[in-house]
Every structure is written in C-alpha cells, then in structure tokens.
C-alpha cells in the first residue's frame, strides 16, 4: 500500500484558472482545498490568434496568489506543482512567450495538453470523484475555447475528441449583442449540430458526465448552495428540461444581470454562460440524453492521477 502523498495542480484553461490540493493515496484523490479564479485568458484568441497582454498578466496574478497561499499552507508541495494549459494556449501563436514568462516569474513549467491528452486527463479525473465508477460513461467537458468528448469503461479511456468549440469562443463568434438575438442563438444552435455531426462520436448505451464551470456552477445554483461545494455537487443529476429553461431566461437580460442574480457562481462567467448552456443542450439533444451526472473533477484530479 502506497502512503499517502500531498500533491497539487493548476489548470490553466480559456475562462478560468483552477486549484486543486489533495491527497494521493492507491490511485484515488481525497480533496484538500479547490480554488478558482477567473481570469478569461481567452479572450480575442479565436479572432487575434493571440493571447493578449492584459490577459497573461491576469492569470501571472493568480499564480503568484495561489504560489503565496501554497507557500503559506503546503509549502511541501510548491516546487512541484503540476501545472497545465490547454486551449486557449494551444491556439495562440505566442504561446512560448507566454509559458516562459510564467516560468520567468513563478519557476512553474507548464504542460501543454494535446486536444487528446486534454480528453483523456478529463475524463479520469471526472469518474475518480464519483461514487459509481464501474459504469460506461462519456464525459463532456465544456471549456472556454473546446469541448472535450471522452468515452471510456470505468476509469479506462478508449476513445477521446476535442472539437473547437467552448463557452468563450462561441459568445465571442456568434453572441454579439447582449442579450443575445435570437438569430445569434440560432446560429450556435446550427454550428454546434455541424460540429458534432463532423465527428465520428457515438456514445451509445453510456452514463453522461459533465464537467466543468458551465456544468457545475447551474448544478451549484439547483442545488441552492450559497458557497461551492464539490460534495454536495458530484453525482447532481442535471436535467436537459432545466438546461432550456436557464438558456430561455438568460436569452432575454444581460450578462450583468445574470451575474448579480447567479452570484457567487456566475460571476465572471455571465457573458459566456448562454454559449455554454446551448453547447450543452445541443450536444444532450443531438445524443438523446435526458439528463446528466455532474461531476467537479477534471484535469487538475487526472493530472495527478
């Protein structure tokens, strides 16, 4: 039996920056402390195919904040954070300048994940925090700049796909106006159902996991929770029905308006929420799933896994 060992990660994604502290022990992850910060790296990375100055220097902060609290609280781990990218970096065409400034200023060396790698890291860190791991499951992770399709038996992938589509990059392609017109919504609508017919994905007989802010923060809000809680979070079942109903209201007032309706759990995500939700209804009602087991790991577990 292995003894337990105190590791940690940060996942850079498109929207946000995350956290994870926990405990590893006989391949399984008991949760120390999960942060989150929003910073949009993404953002102007699907039309500029760069990452933007004010954006790097955004997420630079959030690591130095989350090095003070590590150095702070698991001083053991500092120099050995696992710490990685993914969309929003793998677009950009200054994606060096911006790893070797991260670790110019913070001593981290970032793992740039493939679209694969992304999928199939998602997927064993999205079954290792539920209850039911003996299942066939197909994990979507809904991220700023890809969606990640993941299918697997139990812990085990067998097959994984990153399609460009994200939370981020739609609202900034197709949702220009806020609210969204119903023409701009009908046009994600249209571009998700390309995409996915595009690709040769068939979920079959499986147990739908989703992941990721735009899953778990309107979990969080059914739930009725005040503060994050991944307990009370993983294993929510997500129904399609109340899927719509948050795209039919969010369609009609402002990201600002969301955000103060929704805090804690869509501040910072109100403009990009819509985009998010409809990826996630198209991709239920495309595959025929009614509902959706919710699930608050991701890449920061299956890295350390």
């Known amino acids: 039996m292995d003894s337990p060992q105190i590791k940690a990660s940060i996942d850079i994604g498109t929207n946000s920056v995350l956290l994870l502290v926990a405990t590893i022990s006989n391949g399984s992850i008991e949760v120390l402390d999960e942060q989150q910060e929003v910073p949009r790296l993404g953002r102007g990375v699907d039309m500029d195919k760069n990452l933007h100055p004010e954006s790097c220097k955004r997420v630079i902060q959030v690591l130095n904040r989350y090095m003070a609290y590590l150095t702070d609280n698991f001083p053991s781990v500092?120099?050995?954070?696992?710490?990685?990218?993914t969309s929003a970096v793998r677009d950009s065409a200054n994606r060096e300048e911006?790893?070797?400034?991260?670790?110019?200023?913070?001593?981290?060396?970032?793992?740039?994940?493939?679209g694969r790698e992304e999928a199939e890291t998602?997927?064993?860190?999205?079954?290792?925090?539920?209850?039911?791991?003996?299942?066939?499951f197909v994990v979507l992770d809904i991220g700023g700049g890809s969606t990640e399709i993941a299918i697997?038996?139990?812990?085990?992938?067998?097959?994984?796909?990153?399609?460009?589509?994200?939370?981020?990059?739609?609202?900034?392609?197709?949702?220009?106006?806020d609210p969204p017109s119903t023409a701009q919504i009908e046009e994600v609508r249209v571009e998700v159902r390309r995409l996915l017919k595009a690709e040769t994905v068939d979920p079959g007989n499986h147990t739908l996991v989703g992941v990721a802010?735009?899953?778990?923060?309107?979990?969080?809000?059914?739930i009725g929770l005040d503060d994050y809680d991944s307990e009370k979070i993983n294993g929510f079942r997500l129904k399609k029905q109340f899927i719509k109903k948050f795209i039919d209201e969010f369609s009609v007032i402002s990201s600002a308006e969301i955000e103060r309706k929704y805090s804690p759990f869509l501040t910072g995500r109100g403009d990009v929420i819509t985009g998010g939700l409809i990826i996630l209804y198209e991709f239920m009602?495309?595959?025929?799933?009614?509902?959706l087991t919710v699930s608050t790991g991701g890449i920061r577990h299956g890295i350390l896994l």
């Open 78 to 85: 500092v120099d050995k954070v696992v710490v990685t990218a």
């Open 98 to 114: 911006f790893l070797n400034q991260i670790y110019n200023e913070t001593g981290w060396r970032v793992q740039l994940l493939s």
């Open 122 to 136: 998602t997927y064993r860190g999205a079954i290792s925090v539920l209850d039911n791991q003996s299942d066939n």
């Open 152 to 177: 697997g038996k139990q812990l085990e992938l067998k097959r994984g796909v990153s399609v460009d589509m994200g939370s981020v990059r739609f609202s900034e392609r197709y949702l220009k106006s």
């Open 213 to 222: 802010g735009t899953v778990t923060s309107i979990a969080a809000i059914l």
């Open 285 to 291: 009602e495309y595959f025929g799933f009614e509902e």
